[in-house]
Nanobody
Framework: QVQLVESGGGLVQAGGSLTLSCAATGDTISNYRVGWFRQAPGKGREFVARISRSGGITDYKFSVTGRCTISRDNAKNTVYLQMNNAKPDDPAVYYC????????????WGQGTQVTVSS
């Protein structure tokens, strides 16, 4: 069974860049669609970006389009989320998740990594 571990979170200045990583163990991540989500304090979890198994299809939350890039390196068993031009509404715990059953539902989640933006 695949397990996901996020890393790369931390403090970034407004306007700065950060790259989050989602490393898979226990299975090959190329078998699964993967998404990034985030949850800010007091708010629900929201979709940020997703990527197909091959990496050829990506999709983004409208407010991060043009600022975030999701990518995958199947040889490293890792999916990335690069965030540029960090904004005040970006701080949150960022989670990656995999659709392991093929039903377009994300059923396997990592523990999350905190992103904080300083002004």
């Amino acid at each position: 069974q695949v397990q996901l571990v996020e890393s790369g979170g931390g403090l970034v200045q407004a306007g700065g860049s950060l790259t989050l990583s989602c490393a898979a163990t226990g299975d090959t991540i190329s078998n699964y669609r993967v998404g990034w989500f985030r949850q800010a304090p007091g708010k629900g979890r929201e979709f940020v970006a997703r990527i197909s198994r091959s990496g050829g299809i990506t999709d983004y939350k409208f407010s991060v389009t043009g600022r975030c890039t999701i990518s995958r390196d199947n040889a490293k068993n890792t999916v990335y989320l690069q965030m540029n031009n960090a904004k005040p509404d970006d701080p949150a715990v960022y989670y990656c998740a995999a659709d392991t059953k093929g039903g377009y539902q994300y059923d396997t989640w990592g523990q999350g990594t905190q992103v904080t933006v300083s002004s």
